[in-house]
């Protein structure tokens, strides 16, 4: 069930690590490096998640319009 699969792949990228530019950033603490330290670096990382979370939520999206048509 490929859904379930882009399911997990979003999850991970929520809760675990995400690799951007062969480095491991965690999505929890950038948001705590550009909000609390001031680090305008880690804005930049947040923003490449938060795109890859958009393009994962979009799959997700669609396979659920997919396989709401076959209900």
């Known amino acids: 069930m490929e859904y379930i699969d ?3 792949q979003l999850l991970k990228i929520l809760t675990e ?3 951007i ?18 680090n ?8 490449k998640i938060m795109q890859t979370i ?3 939520s979009q799959e997700v999206r669609d ?7 076959t209900l």
């Open 40 to 47: 305008k670096t880690a804005s930049t990382r947040i923003r």
């Open 63 to 69: 396979d659920i319009q997919t396989y709401k048509k």
């Open 21 to 38: 530019d062969g480095k491991k950033y965690l999505l929890k603490d950038e948001f705590s490096k550009f909000f609390i330290h001031g």
């Open 54 to 56: 958009k393009k994962k």
């Open 17 to 19: 690590e995400v690799d």
């Open 6 to 8: 882009k399911y997990d």
